[in-house]
């Protein structure tokens, strides 16, 4: 079964220039793009009214190149095109950094806006991080991506690098909340709301975002 959830708030032209360019991307490259979301701001649930919109997706590639003695990119990266990021994986690198305890491609299976993709693709993922993803590297990788970003906020401020810094250190919390688990959702709101949070800094996120 097929996969798309765009929200009505995302600016219909920008959408379809996503969706040109993944189209663009499969044919020159000869992939097929399983899954295709949204991994920034937009997905976290703080955008900004200039938000880029950061398209990331996992891709097949065809037979002879896993076939073949040579290593080839596995990565497809496109040029910046205003409001467009547009980059992916193949398959088999993004099941290998999720055993090192990357959490990108936890993140991108647990994105709530999604462009394109396979239901049972994503949820045969799903089964295999929650099976294989390594909680305490997953809990260093969010220590270590809202340390510094802590740190950006204390040097230069903003208010985006605060949420930036909320943000993992929410997805902490959530795991320390639930000590079974090592998939923790990307949207901020949806942490939030699985967590025991006391309301005043409930409140207050709320009233920053």
Known sequence: MSLRTVPESMDPAVVAAVDAELDRVAAEHGVRIRLAIESGSRAWGFPSPDSDYDCRFVYVAGLETY?????????????????????????AKALRLLVQGNAVLVEWLMSPIVYRGDEDFRARLREVAAQVADRDRIARHYLHLGARQWGLYARNG????????????????????????AVAPMHLPTLMAQCELPADLVAAITELT
């Open 67 to 91: 076939l073949s003695p040579w290593r080839t990119r596995d990565v497809i990266e496109t040029p910046p095109a205003g409001l467009l990021d547009v980059n992916g994986w193949d398959l």
């Open 158 to 181: 903003g208010l985006k690098k605060v949420f930036y810094s909320l943000r993992p250190a929410m997805a902490l919390r959530w795991l320390r909340e639930h000590p079974g688990a």
